[in-house]
Structures are given as C-alpha cells and as structure tokens.
C-alpha cells in the first residue's frame, strides 16, 4: 500500500446515512486511505457504496460485527470479500468454528476474484457493556478477563486481530506482543470534543500505545474542515513516539 506518512493507520468512521453525504466525505479526504462503512450506512445503501467507494481508491473497513451460525457467516464474509472489502469484523463469540470458516472463505473468495484477503477482525466484548451487564448475559463480571480470552480464541482460528478500547491497549500487547493487529475507536485529540466517548486517548498516545488502526470519526467527519482536521491528526502521529517493536505490522 502506499504510504504517506501514518495516514494508512486512520480509519475514517462514516457514520452518516446517505450515499452522498458518504461520497462527499470520502471525496474532501484525499489524504484518507481507509473508510469505515458500518450497520446505519449499510443498512441504508448496501453493498453497492462499498464499490463506489474502492472505486475511488479508498479501502473499506465493513464494520457490522457479525454473529450467526458457521455457514451464514461463511456466505456473508465471502460476499464482503468479492465486493474488495477490506477489513471487516465478526463477533468472536460466535466461537472458533465460526471464525475458521470466514478465515478459509475470506481466502478463498479473495483468491477467486484476484484481490487481498479481507483483514478479519474480532469485536470481544462491547465497550457499552459495563461488568454488571455482563452477568446478565451469563459471562463473567469481568470485562479484561474476556477480552482477553476471546482475542485468544480469536487468534487460534486465525483471525487477523481485534477491536478494543485505547485503554485495553497495553494489555492486550503485553498478552500478544506485535504479533495480532489492534484497532481503536475511542480516539480523540486534545484539541476535540469527547462527544459520547468516554473512554477515550489522544491519536499519538494510542499509536504509542500499539494500536495498528485507529477509528476516527466526528473529530474528522463534524470538523468545518474534515481535510484539514484529518491533516492535522496524521501530522501528530507522524510526530508520534511509536513503539520501537511496531516498525508497520499493519
Ligand atoms: O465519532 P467517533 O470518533 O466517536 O466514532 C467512533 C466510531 O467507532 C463509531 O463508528 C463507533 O460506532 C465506533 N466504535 C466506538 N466504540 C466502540 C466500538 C466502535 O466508538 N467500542
């Protein structure tokens, strides 16, 4: 891929519920590499966007955290994969079986339609869930404790990584060195409202951190400048202590 500096490291939320309000974000970002399509904007405009925006050279993170039976996920993922999506997310609690099968689809489908293989990424336990809920729902009240066994189930079917919160970074690379990739939403530079997130961590602190990706959202996409605010946030995390062992896994 080609690189400008961190760029390739900033995935672009495009949390809106129009092809065009998509279309004209993608188009005032040109420094922006990756675009994260997620269940509103699918849900409104399908998988004809995800085309339309790989058109325009942009790659595509389909966030819309799949959880369903073995063979529905198989057909979904190999779907995403012959439309040149590529990053996508599947609930790691849908088990190991579920996630073998769209590890050898995603290779598969992208094999046959000569294009890269979907990056496959585990969501482990939502950040909304708080310790107490998780009982309701029969896991422990232990929200690190699963995030860290499900990234591990994850990584054993061969998953490519996972998504977690900035704050669970340091565990999670003191657990899997540089070896599985990590992205963050949660990110917010100094100069940005926290909006609703709270658990939150500047770009160059996340990066510093170990994150491969970080999700960006409002603090580009709300800014009176989308292009200017993407700007000034590559240009931190190039300016970013990094971690010496990071080199680019991504
Ligand atoms: O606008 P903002 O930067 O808060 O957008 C963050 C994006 O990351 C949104 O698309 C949101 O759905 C997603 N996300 C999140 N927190 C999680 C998981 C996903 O904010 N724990």
Redesign the pocket.
Known sequence: MGQTGNAHRIIV?L?VGTRSQALSLVESLPEGQIF?V?LQLFTAEGPTLIQEIAQREKRVFL?LKLHDIPNTIAGAVSMAAGHGVAMMTLHASGGSEMMRRAVEVAADKADAVGRDRPLLLGVTV???LKDAELGEIGMPADAAGQVLKLAHLAQSAGMDGI?C?PLELGMVRAEFGREFLVVT????PAWAAA???KRIMTPEKALAGGADYL?????I?AAPSPGEAFARIRKTLDGADTDPDGEDSA
């Open positions: 939320a949390d994260k997620g966030d939502l950040t909304s998504v919160s939403p949660g990110i917010r909006q609703d997130q999700v960006i959202g409002r603090p996409t």
